[in-house]
Nanobody
Framework: QVRLVESGGGLVQPGGSLRLSCAAS????????MNWYRQAPGKERELVAD????????NYAESVKGRFSISRDNAKNTVYLQMNSLKPEDTAVYYC???????????WGQGTQVTVSS
């Protein structure tokens, strides 16, 4: 059974940092590209960053480029999102998901809330 458990969110002041984690199980993690998404109140879910099966620098939405960094540890079945220089507009629930051959896993975790506010 596929399971994705996001953690690491919280309340942070503008300019602060957070590191999100997503622990995956129930599928062969190393065979899936991994994505981070976010959904702000009243808005659609958007792709924030993605990383290939072997890792690397990842790809980023323009709104987070230069501030966020995605990484993965295939030995731990975990993907991370380091978020620096946070802004109030980064406030959202953050989710991870896996993708293979252009198809997402048919499961979403509970997400982790990130609130950026002074």
């Amino acid at each position: 059974q596929v399971r994705l458990v996001e953690s690491g969110g919280g309340l942070v002041q503008p300019g602060g940092s957070l590191r999100l984690s997503c622990a995956a199980s129930g599928f062969i993690f190393s065979r899936y590209a991994m994505n981070w998404y976010r959904q702000a109140p009243g808005k659609e879910r958007e792709l924030v960053a993605d990383i290939g099966t072997a890792g690397g620098s990842g790809n980023y939405a323009e709104s987070v480029k230069g501030r966020f960094s995605i990484s993965r540890d295939n030995a731990k079945n975990t993907v991370y999102l380091q978020m620096n220089s946070l802004k109030p507009e980064d406030t959202a629930v953050y989710y991870c998901n896996g993708q293979r051959s252009g198809v997402l896993l048919g499961y979403w975790g509970q997400g982790t809330q990130v609130t950026v506010s002074s």
